[in-house]
């Protein structure tokens, strides 16, 4: 893709984070306080109300939730965004993958904000520094990669199909409660394991905390698969977007 049309994923990104803020009394903090607030409620509810005993709950609870929320808004966005700029793709010449992209870099900008707020956090409450952070890139971008991947998937069908953006809503939520956000995996029963052993999500938000929140090394093997993983995504997602590319005018 030519650099002109990268220059344009950043233009539609920054201006669609701006507009979002807009009017707003607090502006950008809300971009913090959504999912602070999210966290505070979660917290109290199973650390205070029905007790789940984990060691630095608040640094678990909280990039658990700041990572899916990146793949839950950088996705539905990312899905929903070849029918959201319909008037603009249907009148000038660009490549469609263009507004994927700035809907996910759109998510991307909340995500940097959040993880730099926990990070300095993290480091107010007496966490010390570790080296382990080194492998927090990774874990960035392979959710990042397996995003874009699923959004360059099911875009174009979103636009033959509108159902699409209603079913993924709906496997955002029920993905949400099979991924050990809230709750530590060895609460649930072992013959339910395969559930976190099959879902790259489960992997990232385990590999994120363990280098950021316990300063622990993620497994090696653990953290190859899950890149493989998201590169094929990636390369599936890409192969499928460009095939029907040249159709999707027929379907606005």
Do not use: C, K
């Given at each position: 893709m030519d650099r002109r049309f990268w220059y344009l994923v950043l233009e539609f990104a920054m201006k669609d984070f701006k507009i979002r803020y807009t009017h707003s009394v607090l502006g950008y903090a809300w971009s913090i306080l959504n999912p602070l607030i999210f966290s505070v409620l979660y917290y109290f509810v199973f650390s205070v109300f029905l007790r789940f005993d984990v060691p630095n709950y608040p640094g678990y609870l909280l990039l658990g939730i700041i990572l899916w929320t990146f793949f839950s808004e950088g996705s539905s966005n990312g899905i929903a965004s070849l029918l959201g700029r319909a008037g603009i793709i249907t009148k000038v010449a660009l490549p469609r993958e263009v507004?994927?992209?700035?809907?996910?870099?759109?998510?991307f900008i909340t995500l940097?904000?959040?993880?730099?707020?926990?990070?300095?956090?993290?480091w107010l409450v007496g966490t010390p520094f570790s080296w382990t952070v080194l492998t927090m890139p990774v874990t960035i971008i392979d959710l990042v990669l397996i995003t874009t991947g699923i959004s360059l998937l099911l875009a174009p069908l979103q636009v033959r199909y509108h159902d699409i953006g209603y079913l993924w809503g709906v496997a955002v939520q029920i993905g949400f409660?099979?991924?050990?956000?809230?709750?530590?995996?060895?609460?649930?029963?072992?013959?339910?394991?395969?559930?976190?052993?099959?879902?790259?999500?489960?992997?990232?938000?385990?590999?994120?905390?363990?280098?950021?929140?316990?300063?622990?090394?993620?497994?090696?093997?653990?953290?190859?698969?899950?890149?493989?993983?998201?590169?094929v995504l990636l390369l599936v997602g890409w192969w499928v977007f460009r095939r029907m590319q040249p159709r999707l005018l027929e379907y606005y």
């Open positions: 507004v994927v992209f700035a809907a996910i870099l759109n998510a940097s904000i959040s993880l730099f707020i926990l990070s300095a956090m993290l409660w099979l991924t050990p956000i809230i709750y530590l995996d060895s609460f649930v029963p072992p013959r339910w394991h395969w559930l976190f052993i099959y879902n790259p999500m489960a992997r990232i938000v385990t590999q994120g905390r363990e280098a950021l929140v316990y300063r622990s090394w993620p497994g090696g093997l653990a953290m190859l698969q899950t890149s493989a993983f998201a590169l």
